[in-house]
């Protein structure tokens, strides 16, 4: 944005000014500002409603995204070192350190 840009909410009070005036011409001129005039004069008439329908597609999709961020992933997946680890399922005695059994390389 230039430093001569409007901020969006002068937009309206420049609209109301006369063409000759430098801060209309510069939304007149601008791309950035001529856009941003439009959408608000847009906004303002009510334009492109949505219709009830694509309304009804769109929370479908956004409820399956929801319940597939959110599902319930199931247990972590054990490592190999603690499939391959006896010593903890068995009850075994505590170690300070564990059995060779327990290394996580052969």
Do not use: N
């Not at 840009?5 to 011409?25: I, K, N, Y």
């Not at 303002?44 to 929370?59: K, M, R, T, Y």
């Not at 603690?82 to 059994?101: D, E, F, L, Q, T």
């Amino acid at each position: 944005m230039a430093d001569s840009c409007p901020t969006v909410e002068v937009l309206a009070d420049l609209a109301a000014l006369p063409a000759d005036d430098p801060r209309r011409r510069h939304v007149q001129d601008c791309p950035r500002c001529r856009a941003r005039l439009l959408d608000y004069q847009d906004f303002l008439a009510g334009g492109a409603p949505v219709s009830a329908a694509s309304l009804e597609d769109a929370l479908d999709r956004l409820d399956a995204a929801l319940r597939d961020a959110t599902a319930d992933p199931g247990p972590a997946p054990r490592s190999r070192a603690a499939k391959r680890c006896r010593c903890a399922r068995s009850g075994a005695r505590r170690w300070p350190w564990p059995p060779s059994s327990c290394w996580p390389w052969p």
